[in-house]
Protein backbone atom coordinates (compact mmCIF):
# COMPACT_ATOMS: atom_id res chain seq x y z
CA UNK A 1 0.00 0.00 0.00
CA UNK A 2 2.50 2.27 1.09
CA UNK A 3 4.61 1.30 -2.46
CA UNK A 4 1.82 2.56 -4.39
CA UNK A 5 1.96 5.69 -2.52
CA UNK A 6 5.09 7.01 -3.33
CA UNK A 7 4.98 5.43 -6.71
CA UNK A 8 1.64 7.47 -7.61
CA UNK A 9 3.26 10.72 -5.88
CA UNK A 10 6.50 10.52 -8.42
CA UNK A 11 4.15 9.87 -11.53
CA UNK A 12 2.16 12.48 -10.47
CA UNK A 13 5.10 14.99 -9.61
CA UNK A 14 6.86 13.74 -13.09
CA UNK A 15 2.90 14.35 -14.99
CA UNK A 16 2.96 17.97 -13.35
CA UNK A 17 6.48 19.38 -14.49
CA UNK A 18 5.58 17.71 -18.32
CA UNK A 19 2.26 19.70 -18.42
CA UNK A 20 3.85 22.74 -17.06
CA UNK A 21 6.43 22.27 -19.61
CA UNK A 22 4.58 21.82 -22.70
CA UNK A 23 2.62 24.94 -22.27
CA UNK A 24 -0.89 26.83 -20.91
CA UNK A 25 -2.36 25.70 -24.11
CA UNK A 26 -2.48 22.15 -23.21
CA UNK A 27 -4.78 22.76 -20.15
CA UNK A 28 -6.84 25.44 -22.34
CA UNK A 29 -7.79 24.79 -26.00
CA UNK A 30 -5.88 22.32 -27.46
CA UNK A 31 -5.11 21.47 -31.53
CA UNK A 32 -6.01 17.59 -32.30
CA UNK A 33 -2.62 16.40 -31.42
CA UNK A 34 -2.28 17.80 -28.10
CA UNK A 35 -5.38 16.53 -27.26
CA UNK A 36 -3.73 12.98 -28.47
CA UNK A 37 -0.59 13.67 -26.07
CA UNK A 38 -2.81 13.96 -23.10
CA UNK A 39 -4.99 10.96 -23.72
CA UNK A 40 -2.08 8.94 -24.17
CA UNK A 41 -0.15 10.46 -21.08
CA UNK A 42 -3.30 9.98 -18.61
CA UNK A 43 -3.22 6.00 -19.75
CA UNK A 44 0.56 5.95 -19.27
CA UNK A 45 0.35 7.68 -15.86
CA UNK A 46 -2.51 5.39 -15.00
CA UNK A 47 -0.31 1.48 -15.22
CA UNK A 48 2.94 2.25 -13.32
CA UNK A 49 0.48 3.70 -10.09
CA UNK A 50 -1.89 0.90 -10.25
CA UNK A 51 0.81 -1.98 -11.27
CA UNK A 52 3.50 -2.27 -8.79
CA UNK A 53 4.83 -5.43 -10.39
CA UNK A 54 5.61 -2.79 -13.66
CA UNK A 55 9.18 -0.68 -12.89
CA UNK A 56 8.62 2.65 -11.96
CA UNK A 57 11.30 3.69 -14.32
CA UNK A 58 9.22 2.43 -17.91
CA UNK A 59 5.94 4.97 -16.98
CA UNK A 60 8.47 7.72 -16.11
CA UNK A 61 10.33 6.91 -19.61
CA UNK A 62 7.18 6.42 -21.62
CA UNK A 63 6.03 9.92 -20.27
CA UNK A 64 8.93 11.66 -20.81
CA UNK A 65 9.02 9.79 -24.29
CA UNK A 66 5.46 11.54 -25.62
CA UNK A 67 6.55 14.55 -24.14
CA UNK A 68 9.75 14.70 -26.06
CA UNK A 69 7.43 13.66 -29.26
CA UNK A 70 5.22 16.70 -28.14
CA UNK A 71 8.02 18.82 -28.40
CA UNK A 72 8.80 18.09 -31.78
CA UNK A 73 6.10 18.33 -33.44
CA UNK A 74 5.29 21.96 -31.90
CA UNK A 75 8.31 23.03 -33.32
CA UNK A 76 7.34 22.09 -36.97
CA UNK A 77 3.64 23.21 -36.31
CA UNK A 78 5.91 26.58 -35.06
CA UNK A 79 8.12 26.67 -38.89
CA UNK A 80 6.89 24.60 -41.35
CA UNK A 81 3.62 25.74 -42.56
CA UNK A 82 2.96 22.32 -44.60
CA UNK A 83 3.05 20.72 -41.40
CA UNK A 84 1.25 22.96 -39.52
CA UNK A 85 -1.78 22.42 -41.52
CA UNK A 86 -1.64 18.56 -42.24
CA UNK A 87 -1.28 18.39 -37.50
CA UNK A 88 -2.90 21.16 -36.57
CA UNK A 89 -5.31 21.77 -39.37
CA UNK A 90 -6.91 25.10 -40.61
CA UNK A 91 -9.81 27.28 -39.76
CA UNK A 92 -12.71 26.37 -42.15
CA UNK A 93 -15.22 29.59 -43.32
CA UNK A 94 -18.44 27.72 -43.24
CA UNK A 95 -20.49 30.80 -43.87
CA UNK A 96 -19.61 34.28 -46.27
CA UNK A 97 -21.16 36.79 -47.68
CA UNK A 98 -22.35 34.73 -50.47
CA UNK A 99 -24.37 32.27 -47.64
CA UNK A 100 -23.58 28.91 -46.61
CA UNK A 101 -20.58 26.94 -47.91
CA UNK A 102 -21.49 23.70 -48.70
CA UNK A 103 -18.42 22.05 -49.02
CA UNK A 104 -16.38 23.31 -46.20
CA UNK A 105 -19.60 22.38 -44.29
CA UNK A 106 -19.49 18.71 -45.62
CA UNK A 107 -15.94 18.73 -44.84
CA UNK A 108 -16.16 19.62 -41.12
CA UNK A 109 -18.90 16.41 -41.02
CA UNK A 110 -21.41 19.04 -40.20
CA UNK A 111 -25.09 20.22 -41.52
CA UNK A 112 -27.06 23.68 -41.89
CA UNK A 113 -28.73 22.31 -38.61
CA UNK A 114 -25.33 22.21 -37.31
CA UNK A 115 -24.02 25.54 -38.28
CA UNK A 116 -27.08 27.26 -37.25
CA UNK A 117 -27.02 26.04 -33.69
CA UNK A 118 -23.43 27.54 -33.40
CA UNK A 119 -24.86 30.43 -34.26
CA UNK A 120 -27.52 30.87 -31.62
CA UNK A 121 -25.04 29.88 -29.29
CA UNK A 122 -23.17 33.00 -30.22
CA UNK A 123 -26.04 35.00 -30.12
CA UNK A 124 -26.92 35.30 -34.01
CA UNK A 125 -30.00 33.86 -35.15
CA UNK A 126 -30.50 34.70 -38.49
CA UNK A 127 -27.91 33.13 -40.87
CA UNK A 128 -27.61 36.37 -42.65
CA UNK A 129 -26.80 38.25 -39.61
CA UNK A 130 -23.24 37.56 -39.82
CA UNK A 131 -20.76 37.78 -42.82
CA UNK A 132 -18.21 34.97 -41.65
CA UNK A 133 -18.61 32.00 -39.65
CA UNK A 134 -15.68 30.06 -38.94
CA UNK A 135 -14.23 26.86 -37.16
CA UNK A 136 -10.76 27.03 -36.01
CA UNK A 137 -8.55 24.53 -35.96
CA UNK A 138 -8.69 23.52 -32.59
CA UNK A 139 -12.77 23.36 -32.93
CA UNK A 140 -14.16 26.88 -31.17
CA UNK A 141 -16.77 28.54 -33.40
CA UNK A 142 -16.70 32.44 -34.15
CA UNK A 143 -18.37 34.56 -36.41
CA UNK A 144 -18.17 38.72 -37.85
CA UNK A 145 -21.52 39.92 -37.52
CA UNK A 146 -23.00 42.79 -40.27
CA UNK A 147 -23.15 46.25 -38.50
CA UNK A 148 -26.54 46.34 -38.37
CA UNK A 149 -27.36 42.38 -37.40
CA UNK A 150 -29.54 43.22 -34.81
CA UNK A 151 -31.77 44.93 -37.04
CA UNK A 152 -31.92 41.42 -39.17
CA UNK A 153 -33.07 39.60 -36.21
CA UNK A 154 -36.38 41.17 -34.45
CA UNK A 155 -38.09 37.61 -34.66
CA UNK A 156 -37.00 34.13 -34.57
CA UNK A 157 -36.03 32.52 -37.43
CA UNK A 158 -37.07 28.42 -37.86
CA UNK A 159 -35.92 26.47 -40.57
CA UNK A 160 -38.68 25.35 -42.79
CA UNK A 161 -36.26 23.28 -45.52
CA UNK A 162 -33.37 21.99 -45.54
CA UNK A 163 -31.48 19.85 -48.23
CA UNK A 164 -34.92 19.51 -50.02
CA UNK A 165 -37.02 18.48 -47.20
CA UNK A 166 -39.93 20.52 -45.52
CA UNK A 167 -39.62 20.42 -41.30
CA UNK A 168 -43.07 19.53 -40.70
CA UNK A 169 -43.27 20.59 -36.96
CA UNK A 170 -42.17 24.09 -37.95
CA UNK A 171 -44.04 24.74 -40.70
CA UNK A 172 -47.22 23.64 -38.79
CA UNK A 173 -45.99 26.52 -36.70
CA UNK A 174 -46.02 29.16 -39.61
CA UNK A 175 -49.83 28.29 -39.77
CA UNK A 176 -49.18 27.86 -43.56
CA UNK A 177 -49.23 24.79 -45.39
CA UNK A 178 -46.54 23.43 -48.28
CA UNK A 179 -48.99 24.47 -51.01
CA UNK A 180 -47.90 28.01 -50.01
CA UNK A 181 -44.33 27.78 -49.96
CA UNK A 182 -43.79 25.62 -52.85
CA UNK A 183 -45.98 28.10 -54.89
CA UNK A 184 -43.37 30.91 -53.22
CA UNK A 185 -40.45 28.72 -54.85
CA UNK A 186 -41.84 28.60 -57.73
CA UNK A 187 -42.44 32.25 -57.93
CA UNK A 188 -38.62 32.02 -57.73
CA UNK A 189 -38.18 29.64 -59.88
CA UNK A 190 -36.51 27.18 -57.60
CA UNK A 191 -37.36 23.59 -57.18
CA UNK A 192 -38.10 21.89 -53.59
CA UNK A 193 -34.80 19.30 -53.99
CA UNK A 194 -32.57 22.54 -54.86
CA UNK A 195 -33.10 23.88 -51.47
CA UNK A 196 -30.35 24.08 -49.23
CA UNK A 197 -32.02 25.74 -46.94
CA UNK A 198 -35.14 28.20 -46.00
CA UNK A 199 -35.70 29.67 -43.32
CA UNK A 200 -38.49 32.41 -42.11
CA UNK A 201 -38.68 34.40 -39.25
CA UNK A 202 -42.29 35.90 -37.14
CA UNK A 203 -42.52 38.66 -39.28
CA UNK A 204 -42.06 36.87 -42.65
CA UNK A 205 -38.79 37.35 -43.76
CA UNK A 206 -37.31 34.02 -45.58
CA UNK A 207 -33.65 33.65 -46.21
CA UNK A 208 -33.31 31.13 -49.10
CA UNK A 209 -30.68 29.36 -50.33
CA UNK A 210 -29.92 26.71 -53.18
CA UNK A 211 -27.33 24.12 -53.48
CA UNK A 212 -24.40 25.90 -55.03
CA UNK A 213 -25.90 29.66 -55.01
CA UNK A 214 -25.66 32.57 -53.07
CA UNK A 215 -28.70 33.26 -50.78
CA UNK A 216 -31.69 35.56 -51.33
CA UNK A 217 -34.05 37.04 -48.94
CA UNK A 218 -37.45 37.39 -49.62
CA UNK A 219 -39.90 39.65 -47.43
CA UNK A 220 -43.35 38.58 -47.53
CA UNK A 221 -46.80 40.43 -46.87
CA UNK A 222 -48.43 39.34 -43.85
CA UNK A 223 -51.08 40.81 -42.09
CA UNK A 224 -49.57 40.36 -38.41
CA UNK A 225 -46.64 38.87 -37.06
CA UNK A 226 -46.96 35.05 -36.07
CA UNK A 227 -44.53 35.07 -33.08
Not at 13 to 35: A, D, F, H, N, S
Not at 78 to 96: D, M
Not at 162 to 190: C, M, P, Q
Not at 202 to 219: A, D, F, P, S, T
Request: glycine share 6%; aromatic share 8%.
Amino acid sequence: MGLIFIRTIIVFITLLIVMRLMGKRQIGEMQPYELVVTLIISELAGIPMSDPSIPLLYGVTAILTVFLLHQIVCLLDLHFKPVRAIVSGIPSVLLNKNGIDEKELKKNSLDVPDLIESLRTEGYFALDAVDYALYEAEGTFSALPKVNYQELQKSLPVILITEGKFDEKNLSFTRRDKDYYLALLKKRGVKQKDVLVMTIDGNGRVYLQEHGKKYQIIELKWEKTLW
